[in-house]
């Protein structure tokens, strides 16, 4: 139920980004601590560059629990998960993460799922998509359709796949070459780390993964950009706490727009979720909200937290 409006803050949404899922953080996000954020009106060349308004989603040396759904793999891509693996080991050096497999979702700082991308809106050739859900948390799903998530795709090695056309006549065939899978994985999870597609194209992060960009090895400028926002920096003195478990309950998250009418009973709830509340009480979370549109917070007894309007 939304109550009346008490607006404290005001923050700007930001236009939607391809290939992440999240467009707008709170206004609290900035002041989190020790992770790196961009100087005000610095600029980034095509090497690397952040997400626009947001800085590294984890902290410096940061034990990252991920987990893996694997509940809707199918049996032609059930080796992703060792390029997970291998990908996520990949980042470990030149960011000073380490990265934890887990079991539960629910702990996991980076949640990785397989995904109808099309029925998502996506798009028939989207591979993967990954994005931060907050500051602390991020997520990566892959295409469950896509040729590139197949098990023939496995590694990181350049390779080039052959298959004959018999349709076309006899001596006819068809190719594709490309990077190995761990190459989509490792731009995913930069995705979720913070960083924006760059017009490089030696950069992993160039969109396009499928053209001969370094092979599916990481750029200098990769490199450079996985050093300056992470690596560089120096360790948090509050790693730990945000890697344990909640010592607290999870508090709700409601976005409602105002009706016709100033009265406050014609507000509307547009989407609600619940967040992960972790220890000394940080709650982390980004969400989609409109001009004009209220985010307010509650805790477990339904007590008002905060809130503000979106202008």
């Known amino acids: 139920m939304f109550r009346c409006p008490r607006p404290r803050f005001a923050v700007t949404v930001l236009a939607a980004i391809t290939a992440t899922m999240l467009t707008a953080a709170p206004p609290s996000a900035a002041a989190e601590g020790d992770r790196w954020m961009p100087a005000p009106g610095q600029a980034f060349n095509d090497g690397w560059k952040p997400l626009d308004g947001l800085g590294a989603t984890y902290r410096p040396c940061q034990e990252v629990r991920w987990h893996f759904d694997r509940g809707s793999e199918g049996p032609d891509r059930n080796t992703m998960i060792n390029d997970i693996r291998s990908g996520l080991a990949t980042l470990e050096p030149h960011t000073g993460l380490k990265f934890v497999e887990i079991d539960n979702a629910d702990s996991a700082d980076l949640n990785f799922r397989w995904g109808d991308l099309v029925a998502e809106g996506w798009g028939s050739n989207v591979a993967g998509i990954g994005g931060p859900d907050g500051y602390g948390e991020g997520s990566v799903a892959f295409s469950n359709s896509v040729d590139w998530t197949l098990n023939k795709w496995e590694g990181r090695d350049w390779r080039r796949l052959e298959w004959p056309r018999p349709d076309l006549g006899p001596g006819w065939y068809s190719w594709k070459e490309g990077p190995g899978r761990e190459a989509l994985v490792v ?20 969109p396009q993964g499928a053209i001969p960009n370094n092979r599916g090895n990481l750029s200098s400028g990769d490199i450079a950009g996985l050093n300056t926002m992470y690596l560089n920096n120096p360790c948090s003195s509050e790693v730990s706490s945000d890697n344990s478990e909640e010592s607290v309950p999870p508090a709700g998250l409601e976005i409602s727009k105002p009706g016709d009418s100033a009265d406050c009973e014609e507000y509307t709830t547009v989407s609600e979720k619940k967040i992960r509340v972790k220890k000394r009480g940080r709650a982390a979370f980004m969400v989609k909200v409109a001009q004009d549109q209220f985010v307010a917070v509650w805790d477990n007894d339904d007590e008002l937290l905060v809130q503000w309007t979106v202008s």
């Open 187 to 206: 731009h995913e999870v930069m995705h979720a780390m913070g960083f924006d597609h760059v017009k490089d194209f030696t950069s992993i992060m160039y």
